[in-house]
């Protein structure tokens, strides 16, 4: 990445701020002394009505600039917030938190990051009383990320729990909490700690380390501690109180959850108290329903008996308390949006993620104070466990970052090479009929579907096969069927197939005409290598294909890994961390989690 100049040091940008007292008021001592309570609750006590209310929001914002953004995002924030950009967002709510998307043009490259996050700090810093920013994102990986390349981009949760070594969680974590800290991102809302014991779970599926909660919870607190190594990042344990049994996605409808408390105790609650006892600074909340735990009829997010009872006074938890965005319908579907922030507070929540409406929410929250529905004792309890987190990421003292930091930190080589190794060790050698894997070069040709790149890496999916397999010296061509391909893309594969040795054809969640394409593939006589580039449960709907891959994930890492496998550069060392059942019995497995195959040595 080219260098830029290197930001202003944090005693020029405050100099003239009036938010310099407050933001010094800590200094050292407190850091030395880990949390300073006294001081804490002693900013919280000069703290107006209108600020507090304020800190316990975390909101989205358009634009790539904290002060400048382009006019399109201006529009947008406008439009949805009644604000120009960050900084006038900042000065009308002082929100405690700000949260990147890609969508919303907050994540160009990382130089752009770091000012973007400057900007944030310096706008919320120089208010009278200002305090720092707890700034976070979407980090998980595999599927689901928002900083993408150059950034250092790792195999998904489930490649990872198809690896199985905590030590490459571990090594995940702190790689990536090193470069989200480069780039101020001092939250991050990872990882899942669901057990995805449904196949048909159409929100979490590969985002989970897999079915087994005892490695789930052994990956999950391996991750968590990489994550909070040096307190960089604040990691996030998502979604409580689990959100892996689920047939409907809480972003458009409400999930019920019918495990038995027995069920529940045994399949979902091991992971959240394993990154617990991690130290995890964040647990973030599931817009979804629990009988068996709160019979109310309300989401977990709203549930006091499952935030105060469970999570606090059972599992003995005392970090922060994040719900999950309160945009999705999960959590609209009973309370209008005015009730629903005031609703979490009175369940246990700390931080509220997102609201559709930030007037309505804030004001919401400001009137329930007033009217006396909330205190504002339970405001300051919440407060003060945001502020403590602040304090114990080091933003009172140090809340802003430097572009040297970030052209030695992100995307460093020494970070790709771990990155890559890590994806080597998750790639799962389902089937291997006769042999036919590893593939000795040839003309090939590399089919399939191509789904938009998850994270911001180059894609698509097989373009970055093809030109894998080039440099394994390969003869390659790409050829894009898509993830419904008609009847005519078929054809037109076929044909290329007959001239070609033999076809790499990437599966994505497989349908019906993606199961026609890779049948008529195999009528043509060629050798044929299928990879699920998502869901590894493909496999159970194509008997036929001769040799199949589970890659996890169509990010370049994973899928390079996959090339490299199928190449015999490297051998497949990945076992299922999920069963695979019959597809046309789903009681009976067809493959066990720990199934993996290997080459003959």
Known sequence: MPSRPSSPSRRTVLATGAGVTAALAFGTDARAAGLDDKKLRSLISRMTLEEKVGQLFVMRVYGHSATAPDQADVDANLKEIGVRSAAELIAKYRVGGIIYFTWAHNTRDPHQIADLSNGIQQASLSRPRGLPVLISTDQEHGIVCRVGEPATLFPGAMAVGAGGSRKDAL????????????????????????????????????RSFGADPHAVAGLVAAEVSGYQHGRQVAATAKHFPGHGDTAVD??????????????WEELDAPPFRAAIAAGIDSIMTAHLMVPALDDSGDPATLSRPILNGILREEFGYEGVIVTDSLGMEGVRTKYGDDRVPVLALKAGVDQLLNPPNLDVAWNAVLNAVRGGELTEARLDESILRVLRLKAKLGLFEKPYVSQAGVTRTVGAPAHLAAADRVAERTTTLLVNKGGLLPLSPRGLLVCGADPASPSGTTGPPTGVLATAFTELGFTATALSTGTAPSAATVAKAVAAARDADAVVVGTYNLNAAQKTLVEQLLATGKPVVAIAIRNPYDVAQLPGVPAYVAAYSWTDVELRAAARVIAGAVAPRGKLPVPVQKADDPAQVLYPIGHGLSYPT
């Not at 974590?173 to 470069?179: F, K, L, P, T």
């Not at 800290?181 to 995805?196: C, H």
């Not at 809480?250 to 069920?263: A, K, W």
């Open 250 to 263: 809480s972003h458009y409808g409400f999930p019920v959850i019918t495990h038995t408390r027995e069920q």
């Open 171 to 206: 090594a995940l974590g702190r790689i990536a909490g090193q470069e989200l800290r480069a780039l101020g991102i001092r939250q991050n809302y990872s990882p899942v700690a669901d057990v995805n014991v449904n196949p048909a779970n159409p929100v979490i599926g590969v």
